[in-house]
């Protein structure tokens, strides 16, 4: 699936009725390496928001599954604990727990999706903090590399853009793996 910006624009914009507007980026790519940004701020307190961040289920949208289904999702948090998927006989692994700190950053070793088979390191950090509001800051970096041939500019876009969702989803607490 091809994402334009305008039609990621869209969709951002329907999903900000609740939480603040999230922003997207790809700050760098080429051949063989990608970095992104996404921001967003929730009206949840941090120590809540942290809760429905390590429970992906409740966030993550379906679509972005092996199985269709993101209650099978879950995130083991414990040093090199994973975030993995299993359905029927099925599991993947879609990343590796490296840091938790102080319910503030998460940082995961996490070639998501199409970036397990390219063979590539990616980095995704999930810092929170609280704003003078009582409400929550969220930032999403992602650092990846890999080789010349892995053509991860190509895929910069719709990485973003799954982000940027993610994010959003994260960020506002009306919204469960149901809503599409």
Same mark, same amino acid.
């Not at 624009?9 to 329907?14: D, E, L, P, S, T």
């Not at 679509?63 to 299993?86: I, K, R």
């Given at each position: 699936?091809? &994402? +334009?910006?305008?039609? !990621?624009?869209?969709?951002?914009?329907?999903?900000?009725?609740?939480?603040?507007?999230?922003? =997207?980026?790809?700050?760098?790519?080429?051949?063989?390496? %990608? +970095?992104? *940004?996404?921001?967003? /701020?929730?009206? !949840?307190? !941090?120590?809540? !928001?942290?809760?429905?961040?390590?429970?992906?289920? *409740?966030?993550?949208h379906p679509d972005?599954? %092996?199985? =269709?289904?993101? #209650? #099978?999702?879950?995130?083991?948090? /414990?040093? =090199?604990?994973?975030?993995?998927?299993a359905w029927d006989? #099925?599991?993947?692994?879609?990343?590796?727990?490296?840091?938790?700190? #102080?319910? /503030?950053?998460?940082?995961?070793?996490?070639?998501?999706?199409?970036?397990?088979?390219?063979?590539?390191? &990616? &980095?995704? +950090?999930?810092?929170?903090?609280?704003?003078?509001? =009582?409400?929550? %800051? &969220?930032?999403?970096?992602?650092?990846?590399?890999?080789?010349? +041939?892995?053509?991860?500019?190509?895929?910069?876009?719709?990485?973003? %853009?799954? *982000?940027?969702?993610?994010?959003?989803?994260?960020?506002?607490?009306?919204?469960?793996?149901?809503?599409?």
């Amino acid at each position: 699936m091809f &994402v +334009t910006r305008h039609s !990621l624009c869209m969709g951002m914009m329907a999903l900000t009725c609740f939480a603040g507007v999230a922003q =997207g980026e790809v700050i760098s790519s080429g051949p063989d390496h %990608y +970095t992104l *940004k996404q921001e967003a /701020e929730s009206p !949840l307190p !941090l120590d809540e !928001l942290w809760e429905r961040l390590i429970e992906p289920a *409740k966030w993550w949208h379906p679509d972005h599954t %092996y199985s =269709g289904d993101a #209650n #099978n999702l879950v995130l083991d948090l /414990e040093p =090199g604990g994973t975030w993995s998927e299993a359905w029927d006989e #099925n599991f993947v692994v879609h990343g590796r727990i490296m840091l938790v700190k #102080n319910k /503030e950053e998460l940082r995961l070793d996490a070639p998501f999706g199409p970036l397990q088979e390219r063979a590539v390191t &990616v &980095v995704w +950090t999930i810092s929170l903090m609280e704003t003078e509001v =009582g409400g929550t %800051y &969220v930032r999403f970096e992602e650092r990846a590399s890999g080789s010349q +041939t892995s053509d991860l500019d190509a895929l910069a876009p719709a990485v973003d %853009y799954v *982000k940027s969702e993610a994010i959003q989803r994260l960020v506002d607490p009306a919204v469960g793996p149901e809503d599409r």
